[in-house]
């Protein structure tokens, strides 16, 4: 189904009111996004498949093929509602940068100075977990390194090594459903970074500590501060850490590729822990969302901090954001590949990964692209270049099963004709 329409309307709603080609874009090419759609779910690679692209400002494409549960038959909607993951990382990202323009701090201010409980990590050098070598930190972990994942924090889940296994050991993934930001924090102060902040690029709980930062510069709940800044002025009104009882029947259900089924069920909607009432406000990957929430809030990033009414940002600060960084590529900062995607040419901005260089990343695109994901093969990018935002909905565990994000960004910009 190829739709154009505002932003402002719900996706059932949209009308056809113009052709692809009055913003840019092939009719007839953007149609090849359909089948390849389909293939994916008709195949059993995923559950169902949801994408909507816009261009200049308007709905150009939206589709959505499969089932949110497929046990149960129910097919997929439009506004289904979506564990996130990861994409919760620009949200919260967001809402930083929206108490950095009040003057609240700096990007290089310690992060010790507004938490404390992490003033006294040590960094690790070498040695089992039993017997780890630490030393003092040669400069403090500043928002920034948070912002940009170099600060030296790590995911326990995900990270086999001594500093992974002690994240382990200290619960401090922030993945307890019944616990406060406070307290994994507390307990994060006695683990060891991977390394010196500033020297790596590593993909860890930076963005909840940065919740929980938040929280202590705003003088209120993480969650409320995203609410009152970000999802109100927005409308989005999908957009939570917890799915609310009367919303359940929208909630899709998670599954996992094994090498015994490519689609094993996790959990249903009735089951999720992604339930309200939520204790742990994850600012790193526990919100839920809907394609139409997520792609106001993207599209407010493109269009420079502003929707409609609403300015979240100003222009300066997204333009800021949407930088690279690093002293270079994601690759030269120990990062070769990440999901699926390889890293050369690729760096990272406040909250996302900026396209460098087309040519080095192998993949069409415009430098400046900014751009990240979720585990369970959510996506999304932004191209100011080319006035182009793409949200991409599933429900599949790990995001690194298929290469569909690359694959996307093809099937988009190859519609480009203008």
């Not at 709603?13 to 874009?25: F, N």
């Not at 150009?60 to 909607?77: F, N, V």
């Not at 990202?93 to 992060?111: H, I, K, N, Q, W």
């Not at 930001?181 to 991977?194: F, I």
């Amino acid at each position: 189904m190829v739709v154009l329409g505002s932003i402002n309307m719900p996706f059932d709603d949209l009308a056809v009111i113009a052709t692809p080609s009055s913003v840019g874009l092939s009719a007839e090419r953007l149609a090849r996004l359909g089948p390849w759609l389909r293939a994916y779910v008709d195949d059993g690679k995923l559950p169902f498949a949801a994408v909507a692209v816009m261009r200049k400002g308007e709905i150009a494409y939206t589709d959505h093929y499969g089932l949110r549960d497929i046990e149960a038959g129910t097919p997929a909607i439009s506004d289904g509602l979506c564990r996130i993951y990861s994409m919760s990382k620009l949200i919260t990202t967001v809402a930083a940068m929206s108490l950095y323009e009040e003057g609240r701090f700096m990007l290089d201010d310690p992060v010790s100075a507004f938490l404390p409980e992490l003033a006294a990590q040590k960094v690790y050098v070498s040695g089992p977990f039993e017997d780890m070598e630490l030393v003092d930190p040669e400069t403090p972990v500043t928002i920034r390194h948070l912002m940009n994942h170099t600060s030296g924090f790590t995911y326990g889940i995900f990270d086999p090594g001594p500093v992974g296994r002690a994240m382990r050991w200290a619960k401090a993934d922030f993945s307890n459903a019944g616990e406060t930001l406070e307290q994994v924090v507390k307990r994060l102060g006695e683990v060891p970074l991977c390394f010196q902040p500033g020297s790596r690029w590593n993909y860890g709980v930076s963005t909840d500590v940065l919740g929980r930062f938040i929280e202590v510069v705003a003088g209120k709940p993480f969650e409320a501060v995203l609410r009152e800044r970000i999802f109100e002025p927005l409308g989005m009104s999908d957009t939570f850490f917890g799915v609310p009882a009367n919303k359940i029947d929208r909630f899709c259900s998670l599954y996992t590729k094994t090498d015994e089924a490519p689609l094993k069920l996790i959990e249903t909607a009735a089951d999720s822990r992604f339930l309200a009432p939520a204790t742990m406000s994850s600012g790193g990957g526990g919100l839920v969302s809907s394609m139409g929430d997520y792609l106001r809030f993207v599209e407010m990033v493109r269009r420079g901090g502003a929707l409609e009414e609403a300015r979240v940002l100003g222009r300066k600060t997204v333009g800021l954001m949407m930088l690279n960084h690093l002293p270079g590529d994601m690759a030269s900062m120990g990062q070769a590949t990440f999901s699926e995607m390889p890293m050369s040419g690729i760096g990272f901005g406040l909250g996302g990964a900026v396209l460098l260089d087309p040519t080095k990343a192998q993949i069409l695109g415009s430098p400046g692209e900014f751009t990240w994901g979720g585990m369970a093969s959510t996506a999304f990018w932004i191209d100011p270049v080319e006035e182009i935002s793409v949200v991409f909905m599933t429900q599949l565990v790990p995001s690194s099963s298929y290469p569909i994000r690359r694959e996307l960004r093809v099937l988009v910009y190859q519609a480009l004709v203008d």
